[in-house]
């Protein structure tokens, strides 16, 4: 069990932890398939979080559920507009910017973990303004594979020179959470609506937000 001094690192998933992009994705896309009669099923896209982009091809499920051609190229460029409306919504999910700074004052190391492209983790984190607070920051480019495999997290504490045991993750989904415990960090869970319903059960700590604990609070619980 870990105890404040043993942990030396935290590293953050990005989409659902530190910006709620899963929800507004997912809106995007129901909202599409929508004005094609068709629902997007849950269940399908709650396996395609934290995984690397593409994994679900919506725009394919979509076609086949329809049964006929469409505007393939219109569709895409109509959701894609409508997701980064929803995006320029957004801010930082509650507590996390008091996870950064307590995790500062600790002494802590920080980092980020995503399977999310870097060009869009950096250009988000720049908009709201945390582009400078990471001593590392992992994209789907630094790794061979994304989550559910575990080489994020393993690229991540290699560049923050921590072991698995000195490090704590934060997530928000099954995929996350298996990455991070196979990599042998200790892992907190943070659900959003999208993810609270998948199986969890791996995490070492499930919180509601990172307003429900402090820092300090959260070490100890997990201890």
Not at 180 to 199: F, M, Q, R, S
Request: aromatic share 6%; charged share 25%; hydrophobic share 45%.
């Amino acid at each position: 069990m870990p105890t404040g001094s043993q942990i030396k690192a935290l590293v953050f998933d990005f989409d659902g932890l530190i910006l709620e992009t899963e929800t507004a994705d997912y809106q995007s896309w129901s909202e599409i398939y929508r004005q094609h009669g068709c629902e997007l099923p849950h269940s399908r896209w709650l396996d395609s979080i934290g995984r690397e982009a593409g994994w679900f091809d919506a725009l394919g499920h979509l076609e086949s559920l329809v049964g006929t051609p469409f505007d393939r190229e219109g569709v895409r460029k109509r959701r894609e507009k409508r997701w980064i409306e929803l995006l320029a919504e957004l801010d930082v999910m509650a507590g996390v910017r008091d996870y950064i700074s307590e995790g500062r004052r600790l002494g802590l190391l920080l980092a980020i973990a995503s399977s999310s492209p870097r060009a869009f983790v950096t250009q988000q984190l720049d908009r709201l303004g945390l582009g400078t607070v990471w001593e590392a920051v992992v994209c789907r480019e630094d790794a061979a594979l994304a989550k559910p495999a575990p080489d994020l997290y393993l690229r991540a504490i290699d560049l923050l020179k921590v072991a698995p045991q000195e490090a704590l993750a934060l997530e928000d989904s099954p995929n996350g959470i298996a990455a991070a415990k196979t990599a042998g960090l200790w892992a907190v869970v943070v659900p959003n609506p999208l993810t609270e319903g998948g199986d969890l059960s791996r995490a070492d700590c499930r919180i509601s937000s990172c307003a429900e604990l402090s820092l300090v609070e959260l070490i100890d619980r997990i201890g």
